[in-house]
């Protein structure tokens, strides 16, 4: 009898527990749904925000088949193509052109390499240095000026770099980093340095700095701004120098911004745009592609975009590859900051 009894109480506090969590589910939707009802405005802005991730991010995903079916002929659909599994994988890997594809792949991964070492310290060192300017106008004209290469258009900075690098004709004058590299006897006279392979990885790194060094010193300032000034002071009546400042103070108050911003850079080390490339490397001969040619370049050239000769599925399969390590890239990274440290992406 006590048995029964006991059941029967172990049966009604589950059967209460139930009703209390079906009536916090509904409390909390009912939650849910005044909140939307009372800023219905900012939730309506968001629907270009989902609709452009949607069309442009999600919807896309479906065309990863086109790396493991045959699709040639333009008039079928890429569900109707005939299966062919790993073979574009296997081609472009090991097949005729294998060496084309790894040489891309190479001159990717130097070029996100060489991006990161040189490229990732300088935005920190400029928030640095905008941190120590005390006259606000004049700090605020500094940043102004970083900002600027920045939004200017790529085609307007390849031209640039074109007419500063150029190597003069009859008609025109050799350009003004090409005359004072001339001058100190690094380069020998009227050298067509956008031509030659062994430059090209250094006029990409450098004016890849010079265009996002500025506006990349956003965040870091932000994150120097918020850390408390009763820091320093502290720091100060400890005897701390400048640099012991930016050593114990900034520094860490900077450390969970420095890490989220490396996974992320860590994440696009193998996404390097091909517009500035084709724009710095159009009508510069052949041999400017041993350094040059990245996988992004190389997936539009299997495309037709730039050869005529498309190749979709090879082309996808290259793409698919890059997004594989780029994601394996990103997992590694978050999962050293988190062994290491408490701050991570996920």
Known sequence: ???AIKMNE?????????????????T????YWKLIKKNWQVYLMLIPVFLFFYLFRYRPIG?????FKNYENYAETIASSDFYGLYAFKFIMFGPQADRFWQAFRNTFTLSTYGLFFGFPI????????????NEKYRSITQII?????????????SIIALMLSSGNIAQAPGVLNSFFTRFGWIEKNTPMLSMPRYFRSIYIISDIWEGAGYGSIVY?????????????????????KLDQIRYVTLPGMAPTLTIMLILRVGQMLNIGYEKVILLTMDRGTDIYKTSEVLSTYVLSLGGLTTGASQINFAAAADVFNSFIAMFLVLGANFISRKVSDTSLF
Not at 63 to 67: H, Q, R, S
């Open 1 to 3: 009898m006590k048995k």
């Open 10 to 26: 172990e049966q009604l506090k589950k059967l209460r527990d139930e009703e209390i969590l079906i009536g916090l589910e509904k």
């Open 28 to 31: 909390r939707w009912q939650r």
């Open 63 to 67: 065309g990863i088949l086109v790396a």
């Open 123 to 134: 935005p920190i060192i400029l928030a640095l240095f905008f941190s120590e300017i005390r």
């Open 146 to 158: 970083s900002y600027l290469p920045r939004f200017i258009s790529t085609v307007v900075i390849t």
């Open 221 to 241: 300032f932000a994150a120097i701004m918020a850390i408390s000034p009763t820091n320093y002071e502290a720091a100060k009546m400890d005897g701390a120098n």
